[in-house]
């Protein structure tokens, strides 16, 4: 067994890593995990903590206690609208925070594993579907709650959501903020399973594990492939793969992958 080791330096996070998987827990259970400016932070040091590490080859995201994330705290809004005797400026707040934790996800050179334990609402909701592979707690529910403030989906909504499940359901979620259980959200393919509760973590740390032990650099790679190909054509995209696949061929782990399969002997892929 390797040895786990907790970061005990944050206040609104946890972070725990052990074989190769970085744990990153939003922990303010009492306020289904909102965001405040502090998490922002501590979820930025974390994230950057891991991409360095050189030891982490797979994130796995989740929350504490019913939810996972109830988007920002809206308390933090009303505070600060009082404070100032003005509305606060909401893409400052997008541009420093939101935006560039979903960059950091999007970008982070390793697959990201989301299990949602609970609600995951506005910017939460959007924030589990920025992740690479998502699964969710049958109990669980997603929610764009923006529009029942008077706001726009944000942290990537209005990007993602039409890709996953379509313009019809992603228009009517947007404008109508209606729940949507885990397993219809795995049925329109929002998320890739939804899963009994008390088997969620499980299920969510052995496919962390699984990921961890493949060719890291390769899923860096596929990852870079697929977050293009919304925007690329097939013939550029083509060349991005050649681009990538010229990448994926000088790897360590691809002259294992090939070594192993011709020995008939499972490969043993170092991440490199
Ligand atoms: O502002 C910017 O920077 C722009 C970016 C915005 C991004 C966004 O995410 S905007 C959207 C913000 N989120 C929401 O509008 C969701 C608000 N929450 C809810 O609608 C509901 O809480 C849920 C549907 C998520 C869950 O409902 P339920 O009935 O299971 O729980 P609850 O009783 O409403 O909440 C439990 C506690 O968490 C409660 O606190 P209390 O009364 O026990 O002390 C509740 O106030 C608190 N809580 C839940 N969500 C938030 C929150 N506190 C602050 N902010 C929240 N977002």
């Known amino acids: 067994m390797s040895e786990m080791s907790?970061?005990?330096?944050?206040?609104?996070?946890?972070?725990?890593?052990?074989?190769?998987?970085?744990?990153?827990?939003?922990?303010?259970?009492?306020?289904?995990?909102?965001?405040?400016?502090?998490?922002?932070?501590?979820?930025?040091?974390?994230?950057?903590?891991?991409?360095?590490?050189?030891a982490t080859r797979c994130l796995l995201l989740t929350g504490a206690g019913r939810g996972f994330c109830a988007?920002?705290?809206?308390?933090d809004r009303v505070m600060n609208a009082d404070a100032g005797g003005r509305a606060p400026d909401l893409g400052d707040s997008l541009e420093n925070r939101y935006n560039p934790l979903v960059r950091a996800l999007r970008a982070l050179e390793m697959p990201v594993v989301c299990a949602v334990n609970g609600v995951a609402a506005g910017a939460g909701a959007n924030l589990a579907l920025a992740c690479d592979i998502v699964l969710a707690a049958k109990s669980a529910s997603f929610i764009q709650a923006f529009c029942k403030i008077g706001l726009v989906p944000d942290s990537g909504g209005t990007w993602t959501l039409p890709r996953l499940v379509g313009a019809a359901r992603a228009t009517a979620l947007a404008m109508l903020g209606d729940k949507v259980g885990a397993e219809q959200a795995a049925a329109w393919g929002m998320i890739w399973r939804a899963v009994d509760d008390d088997k969620l973590m499980e299920e969510a740390r052995g496919l962390a594990a699984q990921?961890?032990?493949?060719?890291?650099?390769?899923?860096?790679?596929?990852?870079?492939?697929?977050?293009?190909?919304?925007?690329?054509?097939?013939?550029?995209?083509?060349?991005?793969?050649?681009?990538?696949?010229?990448?994926?061929g000088r790897t360590r782990d691809y002259q294992e992958g090939v070594a192993a399969f011709l020995e008939k002997r499972a490969p043993k892929f170092e991440g490199r």
């Open 211 to 248: 990921l961890a032990s493949q060719a890291t650099r390769g899923l860096a790679l596929v990852k870079r492939a697929l977050n293009a190909s919304a925007a690329n054509s097939l013939d550029q995209q083509l060349d991005l793969e050649r681009d990538l696949q010229t990448l994926a």
């Open 6 to 54: 907790t970061d005990k330096s944050y206040k609104t996070i946890l972070l725990e890593r052990a074989g190769g998987v970085a744990t990153l827990t939003l922990n303010r259970p009492d306020k289904l995990n909102s965001f405040t400016v502090e998490m922002h932070g501590e979820l930025r040091d974390a994230l950057k903590a891991i991409a360095g590490d050189g």
């Open 71 to 75: 988007g920002q705290d809206l308390s």
